[in-house]
């Protein structure tokens, strides 16, 4: 026992005392210093680490492009899910209302993710709760009014609402769902577009719905969210069927009139001098008379 280590035994055994190897307690110190030194070792040579769900792809792998003339893209954020891949595009803005401008296009359908089972996304939806929702997430303060009147881009219906701020600034929140009904779900597109701006007018915010072109997409043969092309015109290039397009109208340009300025005739400058005096009254009889010329 001289040789040994002491350790309290479990109290079901109730002895209170029992005898150590040295050689386990050797062991165990060894053990103990080299996991230490792998520590210390992984923590000089990895650096340290960056908690985050979201990551930041090239501003040219957004899933959208804007049209030339903007708003311009400054940044793009990834959310990977189970069944989605969100990317959000940051918008540039020159707006004072809190919160920044996105559109962010959310891939469903199989994204090929491996992550845990409860990681999902779940369907997209576009219910009024849901749009009211995300008025207090992304437009907190701003009164938005959701519009009645029917809007349609290249990819189907839309909604959106519009709000103006105290300051006079105007806001549009706009929603959209592609996915055309098949027997088999062959994948979905999310898009929402938040826009601020302290210049725009209404309708210049709204063209943005109609501009942007989604070029993201999954690498999957089931996954065709826009169903099948749409049937071309049977009168298109046949005989006896003319197609005369609407061309609109252009005003004539208005007559440009010159303006001419006249600038008033400047007055004559006459030189100054020293003032003749007039001859003297006397006799001039004396000096002689100059003929006149052809004389």
């Known amino acids: 026992m001289d040789f040994g280590t002491y350790s309290r035994m479990d109290r079901d055994h109730g002895s209170g005392w029992r005898l150590r190897s040295p050689a386990g307690a050797v062991r165990r110190a060894v053990l103990g210093l080299a996991a230490a030194a792998a520590l210390a070792g992984c923590a000089t040579t990895q650096g340290p680490r960056v908690i985050t769900v979201r990551s930041e792809v090239p501003v040219t792998e957004s899933f959208a492009r804007l049209p030339a003339g903007g708003p311009a893209i400054v940044t793009v954020l990834e959310k990977r899910y189970r069944d989605a891949i969100v990317r959000e595009s940051i918008l540039a803005t020159n707006s004072r209302v809190s919160g920044q401008n996105f559109l962010t296009v959310t891939l469903y359908g199989p994204v090929g993710y491996v992550t845990v089972e409860d990681n999902a996304l779940g369907e997209d939806s576009i219910h009024p ?26 990819y189907g219906p839309f909604g959106f609402a519009t709000g103006v701020t105290r300051g006079g600034e105007r806001c549009l929140y706009a929603w959209q769902h592609v996915e055309r009904p098949q027997f088999v779900k062959a994948g979905a597109i999310g898009i929402r577009l938040r826009l601020c701006d ?98």
């Open 198 to 295: 302290s210049r725009a007018t209404e309708q210049q915010l709204l063209s943005v719905m109609y501009g942007f072109q989604i070029v993201g997409y999954l690498p999957s043969p089931l996954w065709n969210p826009y169903g099948k092309p749409p049937r071309v015109a049977t009168g298109l290039g046949a005989l006896s069927a003319p197609i005369e397009p609407q061309l609109p109208v252009t005003a004539a340009p208005a007559p440009v009139r010159r303006v001419v300025i006249r600038q008033p005739e400047p007055e004559p400058i006459y030189p100054e001098g020293p003032i003749v005096p007039l001859p003297e009254p006397g006799n001039y009889e004396d000096f002689p008379t100059v003929p006149a010329p052809g004389e």
């Open 129 to 154: 709760t849901q749009i009211a929702r995300e008025f207090q997430w992304y437009l907190l303060g701003v009164p938005m009014k959701t519009s009645l009147i029917y809007a349609q881009n290249k």
